[in-house]
């Protein structure tokens, strides 16, 4: 038969926690990076566009062209970052982050409670159970799952698709609540 502990239980709901934290959080990194690149794509073809736009007033057909073609590729790129919304979807990915480390530091604070005997059987399965609850709700209003999302969080997460073991779990907590060796 399948034995399961509570304190096991725990441990891996914060293993989990703790991997959707890292997750979220390189998520909102990689998303801010490519709102910044696609910033500076857009200043330099406006920059380019004003420069060939005053060249243009000397009445070079090339320059009148490419003044043109840059303010046309300025409103594309503006237009990709716009539908994109990276900057959001970045903040919600850093929203989503700091509310699931608040959670982590619960689940470090629980661990350290049961470790130390300071909380009964009970209580310690009704502390779980609204940690439980509290990752539920930060999961309701996090971002939706859509394809780069999930991309950047496969990235993030080097792929890695199993559940956190014991070791993980152990490297997240400190040496006294480690699982002995």
Not at 114 to 141: F, K, M, N, S, W
Request: net charge neutral.
């Amino acid at each position: 038969m399948f034995q399961l502990s509570l304190v096991d239980h725990i441990r891996l709901s914060f293993g989990g926690v703790a991997t959707s934290y890292r997750a979220h959080s390189r998520a909102a990194e990689r998303l801010a990076a490519r709102a910044a690149q696609t910033k500076v794509i857009i200043v330099l073809f406006l920059g380019l566009a004003a420069v060939a736009g005053m060249l243009a007033l000397l009445g070079i057909r090339w320059f009148q062209i490419a003044a043109a073609s840059l303010s046309t590729l300025s409103v594309v790129a503006y237009a990709i970052h716009v539908s994109l919304a990276y900057e959001s979807r970045s903040y919600g990915h850093r929203a989503c982050a700091a509310q699931l480390w608040l959670i982590c530091e619960k689940y470090w604070a629980l661990l350290a409670e049961v470790h130390d005997g300071l909380i009964e059987v009970p209580a310690i399965a009704a502390r779980r159970d609204q940690l439980i609850r509290d990752v539920h709700v930060v999961y309701e209003h996090a971002l939706p799952a859509d394809r780069d999302a999930y991309q950047i969080a496969r990235e993030a997460l080097g792929a890695a698709e199993s559940p956190a073991s014991d070791k993980e779990i152990d490297r997240l907590l400190p040496a006294s609540l480690r699982q002995p060796a």
